[in-house]
């Protein structure tokens, strides 16, 4: 038998140490086109450690064939473990149990009303049996102040496109 998979001992208070970012964890993913050179609809998605590793297709709503996951999969996926890895935290510091919650992160990828862009549109759902709404909301919105995926949707993340010489 083995053991339970024990949580990494993260908080919201001795981890923000410091005047400028420190990485606590990096990885890269590269993607490749496929066979119609387009990354998005025929691409191959792989991290530099090779754990992730998985075929890229546009979903049947886009015109693809939809035998492969889409990067609003990969997105809703990522922002809804995220978010429940910080409200896991902070719910431990409130001492309370945070092993009945989940969270759905509904993705929907569209255009932009201002410029014609592609934009998506984020909606979470967390389910915490057992506790009312008066516990849950603040714990909520420590959990979106926490949470790095919520404060990219709500304030932005710093990027750099280089072209690879």
Same mark, same amino acid.
């Given at each position: 038998?083995?053991?339970?998979?024990?949580?990494? &001992?993260?908080?919201?208070?001795? &981890? /923000?140490?410091?005047?400028? =970012?420190?990485? /606590?964890?990096?990885?890269?993913?590269?993607?490749?086109?496929?066979?119609?050179?387009?990354?998005?609809?025929?691409? %191959? @998605? %792989? *991290? &530099?450690?090779?754990? /992730?590793?998985?075929?890229? $297709?546009?979903?049947?709503?886009? !015109?693809?064939?939809?035998?492969?996951?889409?990067?609003?999969?990969?997105?809703? #996926? !990522? =922002? @809804?473990?995220? =978010?429940?890895?910080?409200?896991?935290?902070?719910? $431990?510091?409130?001492? /309370?149990?945070?092993?009945?919650?989940?969270?759905? @992160?509904?993705?929907? =990828?569209?255009?932009?009303?201002?410029?014609?862009?592609?934009?998506?549109?984020?909606?979470?759902?967390? *389910?915490? +049996?057992?506790?009312?709404?008066?516990?849950?909301? +603040?714990?909520?919105? $420590? #959990?979106? #102040?926490?949470? +790095?995926?919520? $404060?990219? @949707?709500?304030?932005?993340?710093?990027?750099?496109?280089?072209?690879?010489?």
């Amino acid at each position: 038998m083995t053991e339970p998979i024990q949580p990494h &001992d993260l908080s919201t208070e001795k &981890d /923000l140490d410091g005047n400028s =970012f420190a990485p /606590l964890y990096t990885t890269a993913v590269t993607v490749t086109g496929g066979t119609t050179a387009h990354g998005r609809a025929s691409g %191959r @998605a %792989r *991290s &530099d450690d090779g754990i /992730l590793d998985l075929d890229l $297709r546009l979903p049947a709503e886009l !015109g693809g064939d939809g035998r492969g996951t889409n990067p609003e999969q990969l997105f809703a #996926a !990522g =922002f @809804a473990a995220c =978010f429940h890895g910080a409200l896991s935290v902070v719910a $431990r510091q409130a001492a /309370l149990d945070p092993a009945a919650i989940s969270v759905e @992160a509904t993705v929907a =990828f569209g255009h932009s009303p201002q410029d014609g862009g592609y934009v998506l549109h984020i909606d979470l759902v967390v *389910s915490w +049996p057992g506790v009312t709404p008066e516990v849950a909301t +603040p714990l909520l919105q $420590r #959990a979106d #102040a926490l949470c +790095p995926y919520a $404060r990219m @949707a709500w304030h932005g993340t710093p990027t750099t496109i280089t072209l690879a010489s």
